[in-house]
Structure formats: structure tokens, C-alpha cells
């Protein structure tokens, strides 16, 4: 049996409630989730579901209730060394340039200025961004910045990829472009990657695997899906392609309830 790459057991996750700190509020309660080593699989599920949570706890930035996590069969002890982190927010340093953000992550594990200088000069021409080295955040637009961020993520060559709803701010035409870049680029080394998305075409599209979570509280696995599309796709051709559009159906089937039901959560909140 492959060993995951990361395996996240039985986690469930229990807060104070933010209007009552006596009562506890469980995000996730007993989830399993496995990821194969090069293994492409994304998570879906209603809005404030726990999506956001699990990907924390498999980063080590948060610490279960209760339940197990594992790196490659080792467990996690602190921050997952082994994994890169794309956050759904710029992460970026807004007084370093493009390429001061993108060395950034070897500076700080003491590679030499001007080897990191070079690394990072070659990953900003992996992500089309060549001759833009010397702007700074606000000077980019926002796919730009998304294209720094993928590198500041992949320059350190992490053998897990976290990704939290990672275009979800970008237009329909920068999204697929940066889509299909993410699938060339993992392509070429073929990480696993663990893609948190409310996209359920960008799921279907992108991944080896699609997992869908009930509505909150008490979040957990309840559909799981083999993407049989072929490789390499385009993520906007591929979805004519009659076996996504069933895909689709079946997954939707599954989701939907879940959907509507977190909805109807959000109004009685309000």
C-alpha cells in the first residue's frame, strides 16, 4: 500500500463558541482524508463549512480536538515543514518587490542572496512574470499577484501543496489561465496537492479526486469521486467533455442539499 503523503484521521475540531464561551462549536467531527503522493484532490462543500479548517490542520496550524495527522507515515509534530501553503488572501510582503517576495521563503532557510535571487528570477519566468521582478504588490494586478504567490509557494518545492481557494477572487478568464498554469507546473513534478475550492468546475476540472463535505456543524466527508478525465486538460475544454458533464451531475447530486442547507444556516444567522 502507497504510504499518503498526508493523512488526516478521524479529526474533529471543537471551538468556543463565539457568542458563548461556555458552549463548543464542532466545525468537523471525524474525518478521515488521505492524499496520495502526486495526487490531485480537492475538497468541496457549502460556505463555512470547515474546508478552511481541515487545510490548517493538515498545515499544522491548527491543532485538532482529537484524531491523528501524518506526513509520509511520520506524525505531525508543529508546522507541516513538508508542505507549501497558498493562502486565499495575498500573502504577499506588500515593501518587498515580486522577486524579493518569491526569495523570500529560501532566505529564511539561509540559502545565499545570490543563488536565491537567481531561483526566484527563473520561477517568475515559470509563471509568465520575467522582467516584472522589481514591482511591488500594488503595482501588479491581481492575477499578477496570484502568479507570485504560486511562486513564492513552489520556488521551495514542497512535497505537499496546500491551496486555500486560491483564485477565487480573480475574473473567469484570469482564473482558467491560472489554472491551467497550477496544472502544467504540478504536472511536471507531480506534488500532492490538497485544493480547498466552492467551484465544484474548478474541482472537477483540475483533480485526480473530488471529496464533498456536509453542511456545518459537524462537517465530514459524505461523497467521494474519481476524476476520469484524461491528462493533460485545458480547464475550459474540458468541460464539454460529456464525462465531466456527467461527473458534474453526480457530484451536484450529492452537494446540493448540503448547499441549500448551509444557506439556510447563514440567513438564520444573520
Same mark, same amino acid.
Given at each position: 500500500?502507497?504510504?499518503?503523503?498526508?493523512?488526516?484521521?478521524?479529526?474533529?475540531?471543537?471551538?468556543?463558541?463565539?457568542?458563548?464561551?461556555?458552549?463548543?462549536?464542532?466545525? *468537523?467531527?471525524?474525518?478521515?482524508? @488521505?492524499?496520495?503522493?502526486? $495526487?490531485?484532490?480537492?475538497? +468541496? &462543500?457549502?460556505? /463555512?463549512? =470547515?474546508?478552511?479548517?481541515?487545510?490548517?490542520?493538515?498545515?499544522?496550524?491548527?491543532?485538532?480536538?482529537?484524531?491523528?495527522?501524518?506526513?509520509?507515515?511520520?506524525?505531525?509534530?508543529?508546522?507541516?515543514?513538508?508542505?507549501?501553503?497558498?493562502?486565499?488572501?495575498?500573502?504577499?510582503?506588500?515593501?518587498?518587490?515580486?522577486?524579493?517576495?518569491?526569495?523570500?521563503?529560501?532566505?529564511?532557510?539561509? *540559502?545565499?542572496?545570490?543563488?536565491? @535571487?537567481?531561483?526566484?528570477? $527563473?520561477?517568475?519566468?515559470? +509563471? &509568465?512574470?520575467? /522582467?516584472? =521582478?522589481?514591482?511591488?504588490?500594488?503595482?501588479?494586478?491581481?492575477?499578477?499577484?496570484?502568479?507570485?504567490?504560486?511562486?513564492?509557494?513552489?520556488?521551495?518545492?514542497?512535497?505537499?501543496?496546500?491551496?486555500?481557494?486560491?483564485?477565487?477572487?480573480?475574473?473567469?478568464?484570469?482564473?482558467?489561465?491560472?489554472?491551467?498554469?497550477?496544472?502544467?507546473?504540478?504536472?511536471?513534478?507531480?506534488?500532492?496537492?490538497?485544493?480547498?475550492?466552492?467551484?465544484?468546475?474548478?474541482?472537477?476540472?483540475?483533480?485526480?479526486? +473530488?471529496?464533498?463535505?456536509?453542511? =456545518?456543524?459537524?462537517?465530514?466527508?459524505?461523497?467521494?469521486?474519481?476524476?476520469?478525465?484524461?491528462?493533460?486538460?485545458?480547464?475550459?475544454?474540458?468541460?464539454?467533455?460529456?464525462?465531466?458533464?456527467?461527473?458534474?451531475?453526480?457530484?451536484?447530486?450529492?452537494?446540493?442539499?448540503?448547499?441549500?442547507?448551509?444557506?439556510?444556516?447563514?440567513?438564520?444567522?444573520?
Amino acid at each position: 500500500m502507497t504510504v499518503a503523503a498526508l493523512a488526516l484521521e478521524n479529526i474533529t475540531c471543537t471551538f468556543a463558541a463565539r457568542d458563548n464561551r461556555t458552549q463548543r462549536y464542532t466545525a *468537523v467531527k471525524d474525518t478521515t482524508l @488521505r492524499i496520495a503522493p502526486g $495526487e490531485f484532490v480537492s475538497v +468541496v &462543500g457549502p460556505t /463555512g463549512c =470547515g474546508k478552511s479548517t481541515l487545510l490548517n490542520v493538515g498545515a499544522g496550524l491548527l491543532l485538532p480536538s482529537s484524531g491523528t495527522v501524518s506526513v509520509f507515515d511520520e506524525p505531525l509534530d508543529g508546522i507541516n515543514r513538508r508542505a507549501g501553503y497558498m493562502f486565499q488572501a495575498d500573502a504577499l510582503m506588500p515593501w518587498r518587490s515580486a522577486i524579493d517576495n518569491v526569495m523570500a521563503g529560501l532566505a529564511f532557510h539561509g *540559502v545565499a542572496t545570490a543563488e536565491a @535571487r537567481v531561483k526566484a528570477d $527563473e520561477w517568475l519566468k515559470r +509563471v &509568465g512574470l520575467g /522582467g516584472f =521582478g522589481d514591482r511591488y504588490p500594488h503595482q501588479l494586478s491581481g492575477g499578477m499577484r496570484k502568479r507570485v504567490a504560486m511562486a513564492q509557494t513552489l520556488i521551495l518545492d514542497p512535497d505537499i501543496i496546500l491551496m486555500d481557494e486560491p483564485f477565487s477572487a480573480l475574473d473567469i478568464q484570469t482564473r482558467q489561465l491560472m489554472e491551467n498554469e497550477l496544472l502544467d507546473l504540478w504536472a511536471a513534478k507531480r506534488k500532492a496537492v490538497l485544493f480547498i475550492t466552492h467551484d465544484l468546475d474548478e474541482a472537477i476540472a483540475m483533480s485526480d479526486r +473530488v471529496v464533498v463535505l456536509s453542511a =456545518g456543524p459537524g462537517t465530514h466527508p459524505i461523497g467521494e469521486f474519481t476524476i476520469d478525465l484524461p491528462r493533460p486538460r485545458d480547464v475550459a475544454e474540458i468541460r464539454a467533455h460529456p464525462r465531466f458533464v456527467e461527473l458534474h451531475a453526480q457530484i451536484w447530486s450529492v452537494l446540493r442539499d448540503e448547499v441549500l442547507e448551509g444557506y439556510q444556516q447563514q440567513l438564520t444567522a444573520v
